[in-house]
């Protein structure tokens, strides 16, 4: 059995719930329709595909878009050698669903760490608690609406935070936008902080319009 199989044995088992196969630079994907029937595809993945192994859990912050997040899980075969990703979507008024802990064991710090810095709730997890940032913090750091800088929050006795300098590298990512496209990274100006884009959309339809094509003209020639 190869990837693309079991993806589609996974789609005739489930129909509408699950999409067709996605391809891309060999990874094999579905989409699953409806998050809280999560657990009846995994369960399915598992015990008769025999995707003995989660390797992890993500989750994407589609800011400006509904729904909001999108999950991923991340299944591999090791009898089999074969690798399916699992996706589905949540909308930011529920931000929860089901837990995946009673079919791999390995969901549960995948879970935790989502629910930390996500603020995605799982229910049916046994022990839905923060496992990078303390008890009690207020915010989900990586939510793309957290600025890079940090917020401070204080909680007496036990930990604080305060704003971080922007001394990294000059390119950062800016929340929002209609597509990964439009939130590509900007340069920041380090003598003034403040955020320029780079202007690579404005760009492509000058360099179109002069070259016949969106790259440039090719290679700049030293005089």
Same mark, same amino acid.
């Given at each position: 059995?190869?990837?693309?199989?079991?993806?589609?044995?996974?789609?005739?088992?489930?129909? #509408?719930?699950?999409?067709e196969?996605?391809?891309?630079?060999?990874?094999?994907?579905?989409?699953?329709? /409806? =998050?809280?029937? %999560?657990?009846e595809?995994?369960?399915?993945?598992?015990? +008769?595909? /025999?995707?003995?192994?989660?390797?992890?859990i993500?989750?994407?912050?589609?800011?400006? /878009? +509904?729904?909001?997040?999108?999950?991923?899980?991340?299944?591999?075969?090791?009898?089999? &050698?074969?690798?399916?990703?699992?996706?589905?979507?949540?909308?930011e008024?529920?931000?929860?669903?089901?837990?995946?802990?009673?079919?791999? =064991?390995?969901?549960?710090?995948?879970?935790?760490?989502?629910? #930390?810095?996500? *603020?995605?709730?799982?229910?049916?997890?046994? #022990? !839905? $608690?923060? %496992?990078?940032?303390?008890?009690?913090?207020?915010y989900? @750091?990586?939510?793309? /609406?957290?600025? !890079?800088?940090?917020?401070?929050?204080?909680?007496?006795?036990?930990?604080?935070?305060?704003?971080?300098?922007?001394?990294?590298?000059?390119?950062?990512?800016? =929340?929002? &936008?209609?597509? =990964?496209?439009?939130?590509?990274?900007? %340069?920041?100006?380090?003598e003034?902080d403040?955020?320029?884009?780079?202007?690579? !959309?404005?760009? $492509?339809? #000058?360099?179109?319009?002069?070259?016949?094509? @969106?790259?440039?003209p *090719?290679?700049?020639?030293?005089?």
């Open positions: 059995m190869t990837s693309l199989e079991a993806a589609q044995k996974l789609k005739a088992k489930f129909g #509408d719930l699950v999409s196969p996605a391809e891309f630079r060999g990874e094999i994907s579905v989409k699953v329709g /409806d =998050a809280q029937q %999560i657990v595809v995994c369960t399915f993945a598992k015990e +008769d595909l /025999d995707f003995c192994y989660l390797v992890d993500t989750s994407i912050d589609n800011y400006g /878009d +509904d729904p909001r997040w999108t999950i991923v899980y991340h299944l591999r075969g090791l009898r089999n &050698g074969c690798e399916v990703r699992l996706k589905t979507d949540v909308s008024e529920k931000s929860k669903l089901p837990s995946v802990i009673n079919v791999w =064991a390995t969901a549960n710090w995948h879970e935790r760490e989502i629910y #930390d810095m996500m *603020g995605i709730h799982f229910h049916g997890h046994p #022990d !839905l $608690r923060r %496992i990078l940032m303390w008890e009690g913090y207020p989900f @750091p990586l939510r793309k /609406d957290f600025p !890079l800088a940090g917020k401070p929050s204080d909680l007496p006795g036990v930990a604080f935070t305060r704003l971080t300098p922007m001394e990294g590298g000059p390119f950062v990512t800016v =929340a929002g &936008g209609n597509s =990964a496209t439009s939130r590509e990274p900007r %340069i920041r100006i380090p003034t403040s955020i320029e884009t780079m202007g690579r !959309l404005e760009r $492509r339809k #000058d360099i179109q319009e002069a070259h016949g094509h @969106p790259k440039g *090719g290679p700049i020639e030293t005089k």
